[in-house]
DNA sequence: ATATAATGAACGATCGTTCGTTCAAGAAGA
DNA sequence: TCTTCTTGAACGAACGATCGTTCATTATAT
């Protein structure tokens, strides 16, 4: 047992990451294509090219296949936070981030997706506290953001700059969904977006 | 057949249409505690006291039921509408709606309601186009008031009064399924929501 | 040789829907 | 008014398909 270093560096657990990342992807597109309940695990195995069986050597049923995919979510919206932790004037940071979101949300995927994981969350407590947990990480740096920009006077006293973040990013996403749903492109929905947003913000 | 008014006054065209009405109730209580796809046909006929072949002939199938739910969404939003339609000071219009619709959709079961049709609403378009019929009198009726409130400089000049009322009605919807998410009452929000849309829309 | 990844047949449950049948309410004929 | 005929609402067994999951077996890397 002493040199036992490299957990993961056999042939074997290499290609068992892989077939693992494969069955994630396919299920992503599956619920995509389909809803997450009307997808079965057998398409998801099938899409993945692995057997329905060897499905289960990887993940412990549908559900918790779900679960990694929300999870996995909050590691896409790494690039957006990171935008949010500048330290340019507080209103470009602001403008920044709500491009960069709405541009993330303008692909229908991560719409569609988020969709189906909010409806999941309602009845699954495990995913509703995932969702929720991402949702805290978005929220608490926009409002650090606000906040600093209440101090700078970019924007207005507000009675509570957490919940304005939420408010932010409610908008944003609302916009995503009524783009998918009427197929507006996202692009022509950006500019009204932000002014109204700015307006919600500014000194005066 | 001189005296032959009330075509549909039969004893049994009464009885059929309270069954219609039972089922349709029964299957929104199912909806709503286990979600569309979770519920079974079977589920929905026990409930409404009716047998699962006699369920088949009111409704066309599980999805018509959906549609018919939805549907019937409208209706209930009718007194929101009429709200907007007053002619008291826009402000004073616009603070009543947000009000009423934010209160309308304080109860989990109207948000629940919702985005299980919205869910829904992606990938079946006949349910889809029903959503954004519904949506489109609601934001029509809102920018309207907008109009008003900007031709009598309640409201600042906005570049489209009808994107505006879309991001007011995601507001109020996203605070609404915030409130339900997280457990928050719906009476906390309101006021941050109120001070959001009106910093947003006031003349500055 | 041993451990484990991979397989797909099989399981019981449940899915949405259809079907033949029963029976009571309304229309027509006496 | 009483009787017959017609209509369609109500029923639940049955259908074929599919669901998520398990497991004994085979293949393969260590």
Redesign the pocket.
């Known amino acids: 047992m002493a040199d036992q270093r490299a957990p993961a560096g056999?042939?074997?657990?290499?290609?068992?990451a892989?077939?693992r990342g494969r069955i994630l992807d396919a299920a992503v597109m599956c619920f995509l294509e389909n809803g997450?309940?009307?997808?079965?695990?057998?398409?998801?195995?099938k899409r993945a090219?692995?057997?329905?069986?060897?499905?289960?050597?990887?993940?412990?049923?549908?559900?918790?296949i779900l679960a990694e995919i929300a999870t996995l979510e909050r590691t896409e919206l790494a690039p957006v936070l990171a935008l949010l932790a500048r330290t340019d004037p507080a209103p470009a940071v602001l403008d920044g981030f709500v491009t960069a979101y709405a541009t993330y949300l303008a692909k229908p995927e991560n719409v569609i997706l988020t969709i189906e994981i909010t409806s999941e969350a309602i009845r699954k407590p495990d995913i509703g506290d995932l969702f929720v947990a991402n949702r805290a990480e978005l929220v608490d740096a926009l409002a650090a953001v606000l906040t600093r920009g209440i101090a700078d006077r970019h924007f207005r006293a507000m009675p509570d700059p957490r919940d304005t973040a939420h408010l932010i990013i409610e908008l944003i996403e609302g916009t995503a969904y009524r783009s998918v749903l009427s197929g507006l492109a996202m692009g022509k929905l950006l500019s009204g977006l932000k002014d109204f947003i700015m307006a919600a913000v500014r000194e005066g």
């Open positions: 056999t042939k074997r657990d290499r290609a068992t892989q077939r997450y309940h009307q997808t079965g695990v057998r398409d998801i195995a090219g692995v057997s329905l069986g060897n499905l289960y050597n990887h993940f412990a049923g549908k559900h918790d």
